[in-house]
């Protein structure tokens, strides 16, 4: 069994800005990346479906130690290839043990035991890098009679070969997957069909802007907090001065509620004013045998069924974890600052924004868990535990993948905030022995 520092689970955004900021801080740190994947990039080299790209802009989704050069919004081979970089740049890559699924991780006298299908690793800390979607088991609506359906059914999450050249093809879903799918794949498609039960914000990309991270930041956050505070009146301008929204295109939420979706230069709005696409706004009564029927009892003929109906919510990985030979129920604990779990010493685990980019959040918490382990190093310190605070609340990210899945979330955040500007003062400026966790 193998002994070093620290274990990240993950080699996406999240386990490569981890594995910098662990080096950069402390140069002698033994560490090992576990990925179940046989190359990097996480999502990016997992997500194959035609016109998969960022749904935000790259100067604050690429890393601040590695700025983005290309495009303001990467396509997904692009964004893998740019991840694959960074890491051999900072002599990361040589870190990571390919192929490798955490199964269990056990915490018994002051350590961790990281199970794999290969062998077992033993770490004072462990940071879980997996995100907070289940990628082995998409979102799948289940309508009746799906057996009676003759064409083909496939999630953008395991999209494969699918060809769809000179097809009829139906999309489900008006998240951002769903817009930026179909201006891709209508270049092949015969036609198709948008099925959306609601409408969706859509913003306008333009692919020749040139930003900066500082200035992108200051324009997403005051977007986000002029949307919070103006609600009204920001919805009437949009539907006012946008000639795409109407009674039918209207979002039924408020801009920001969940993130918008992108069209790059108006590919989105262009496609569906092409005879090639329609869209119905409808629910999904049931299956025939060509295709799906809608509520309005209208049926959807269509070769191919393509579920853009986003993930599933897992958060750290669905792993095992026993504390001293129990079994902890992550619904049982408290969220402590969207980092840390009540009851469970030294594990560390990344969960990303609405508001803001994944890995803006993913720089903040690496530093703040490098303050960490400094602050127990100088004080020869070997645990350290969130405690339990607080009676049941409704998670911070209030995406649907975790509405859907309440029962698998913490019953409780602790400072937890959907605010990058606030959280990055916090993260930055707040004692780490702060009440809230025992150092021992």
């Known amino acids: 069994m193998d002994k070093i520092d620290v274990i990240i689970i993950g080699a996406g955004i999240a386990g490569i800005t981890t594995a910098y900021y662990l080096q950069k801080n402390f140069p002698n740190i033994t560490y090992k990346i576990m990925e179940s994947r046989s190359d990097v990039g996480g999502t990016w080299d997992q997500m194959k479906f035609p016109g998969v790209r960022a749904d935000n802009d790259m100067y604050t989704y690429g890393f601040s130690f590695n700025p983005w050069q290309g495009s303001i919004i990467g396509k997904g081979q692009e964004i893998k290839r740019y991840i694959n970089d960074t890491a051999e740049k900072f002599n990361i890559k040589e870190h990571i043990i390919f192929d490798t699924q955490v199964s269990e991780l056990f915490w018994k006298n002051n350590q961790w035991t990281t199970k794999t299908n290969h062998k077992n690793f033993t770490s004072q800390y462990v940071i879980c890098s997996t995100g907070s979607r289940d990628r082995k088991n998409p979102h799948l609506p289940k309508f009746k009679n799906e057996n009676k359906y003759q064409g083909k059914i496939v999630h953008t999450q395991a999209w494969g070969n699918t060809d769809y050249k000179d097809k009829n093809v139906t999309i489900i879903g008006s998240g951002c997957t769903a817009i930026t799918m179909a201006p891709s794949i209508i270049k092949e498609a015969k036609t198709v069909t948008l099925v959306q039960r609601s409408p969706a914000w859509i913003i306008n990309i333009d692919s020749q802007e040139k930003s900066s991270r500082g200035y992108k930041t200051f324009e997403v956050l005051k977007d986000y907090i002029f949307s919070r505070f103006f609600k009204k009146s920001l919805r009437k301008k949009i539907i006012a001065t946008d000639p795409y929204y109407n009674e039918t295109t209207t979002p039924s939420y408020d801009y920001w509620d969940q993130r918008p979706a992108s069209s790059l230069d108006q590919d989105y709005f262009r496609a569906v004013e092409s005879n090639k696409v329609s869209i119905e706004r409808q629910g999904i009564s049931n299956w025939e045998?060509?295709?799906?029927?809608?509520?309005?009892?209208?049926?959807?003929?269509?070769?191919?069924?393509?579920?853009?109906?986003?993930?599933?919510?897992?958060?750290?990985?669905?792993?095992?974890?026993?504390?001293?030979?129990?079994?902890?129920?992550?619904?049982?604990?408290?969220?402590?600052?969207?980092?840390?779990?009540?009851?469970?010493?030294?594990?560390?685990?990344?969960?990303?924004?609405?508001?803001?980019?994944?890995?803006?959040?993913?720089?903040?918490?690496?530093?703040?868990?490098?303050?960490?382990?400094?602050?127990?190093?100088?004080?020869?310190?070997?645990?350290?535990?969130?405690?339990?605070?607080?009676?049941?609340?409704?998670?911070?990210?209030?995406?649907?993948?975790?509405?859907r899945a309440m029962d698998q979330f913490p019953n409780r955040t602790y400072k937890f905030y959907q605010n990058y500007l606030v959280e990055y003062l916090i993260f930055k400026w707040t004692k780490i022995n702060d009440g809230a966790v025992d150092f021992k």
């Not at 209208?298 to 095992?320: E, H, P, R, W, Y």
């Not at 969207?338 to 609405?354: D, K, Q, R, V």
């Open 289 to 403: 045998t060509t295709g799906v029927k809608l509520q309005n009892g209208k049926v959807i003929n269509s070769d191919i069924t393509v579920m853009a109906t986003g993930g599933n919510a897992q958060l750290l990985g669905g792993i095992d974890i026993f504390v001293n030979n129990k079994k902890v129920n992550i619904n049982s604990t408290s969220w402590y600052r969207g980092m840390m779990f009540s009851g469970i010493p030294n594990l560390f685990a990344h969960a990303g924004y609405i508001n803001f980019s994944w890995t803006a959040r993913c720089e903040i918490v690496s530093r703040r868990i490098c303050r960490t382990v400094d602050y127990m190093k100088k004080k020869q310190l070997t645990s350290c535990t969130p405690k339990y605070l607080g009676e049941k609340s409704k998670p911070s990210i209030q995406a649907n993948y975790v509405l």
